[in-house]
């Protein structure tokens, strides 16, 4: 089976830089993504790593880990409208399907 | 480009009520999940459909839940009969490569 493992809250201030950790277990990583929920809204796709290291996008950047099985999602220049829902996600070989898995996600309360 | 389509947004039945969901995914994604989202907590998922053939339903209640994906494009969803438990929001996704596109859902609510 899999499990993950993220914060549920975290709070930050406007302008500040927040940092989202999330570690897995899985039986055959095939790579972590990163999802944002607004409050009564879809998840909407942020990044995907499948080999260690950064990946930027903009003010989001995210990172992993596979020797530790672990990743982070790194948010800079905070923003209001960052306040929302964030889940990390693994991709995970099973069979040759590879379905996504979710944590149960953090929810990030930015603050002026 | 569209997005995923759903409906209905929202529901509201009593238990051991039927109800069905839809939802059309975007044109030319091969890949259709169907997920369910209790608050408070992640999306877990209930089927994957590749093209119009199931890829994995171990996690589908089969005793009351049933999905169909006929002609490889929309799909439904359906419960019966509806259990309290069975309150709430149910996403569809298509995906291209490593990412899924979520619709806005489908926010069940059984009384």
């Known amino acids: 089976g899999q499990s993950l493992e993220q914060p549920s809250e975290v709070t930050a201030v406007e302008g500040a830089i927040v940092q989202i950790n999330c570690t897995y277990q899985?039986?055959?990583?095939?790579?972590l993504s990163w999802y944002q929920q607004h409050d009564g809204g879809a998840p909407t796709f942020l990044s995907y790593?499948?080999?260690?290291g950064l990946e930027e996008t903009g003010r989001f950047s995210s990172f992993l880990s596979r020797s530790d099985s672990y990743g982070y999602l790194l948010l800079q220049e905070l923003q209001m409208k960052d306040s929302a829902s964030y889940f990390c996600?693994?991709?995970?070989?099973?069979?040759?399907?590879?379905?996504?898995?979710f944590g149960k996600g953090t929810r990030l309360s930015v603050i002026a | 480009e569209a997005g995923v389509a759903q409906s209905p947004r929202y529901k509201i039945i009593e238990k051991r009520q039927s109800v069905a969901f839809w939802c059309n995914p975007i044109?030319?994604?091969?890949?259709l999940y169907w997920y369910q989202q209790i608050l408070g907590q992640g999306p877990k998922l209930l089927i994957q459909?590749?093209?119009?053939?199931?890829?994995?339903d171990s996690q589908l209640p089969k005793d009351r839940f049933s999905a169909e994906r006929l002609k490889g494009v929309d799909s439904t969803l359906k419960i019966q009969p509806a259990k309290l438990e069975d309150s709430a929001v149910y996403l569809c996704?298509?995906?291209?490569?490593?990412?899924?596109?979520f619709g806005p859902g489908t926010r069940l609510t059984v009384l």
């Open positions: 996704a298509s995906r291209i490569n490593n990412e899924q596109f």
């Open positions: 899985t039986s055959g990583f095939y790579g």
């Open positions: 790593n499948a080999l260690d």
């Open positions: 996600a693994v991709r995970d070989w099973d069979s040759g399907n590879t379905p996504l898995v």
């Open positions: 044109s030319g994604h091969a890949t």
């Open positions: 459909f590749q093209n119009n053939g199931v890829v994995d």
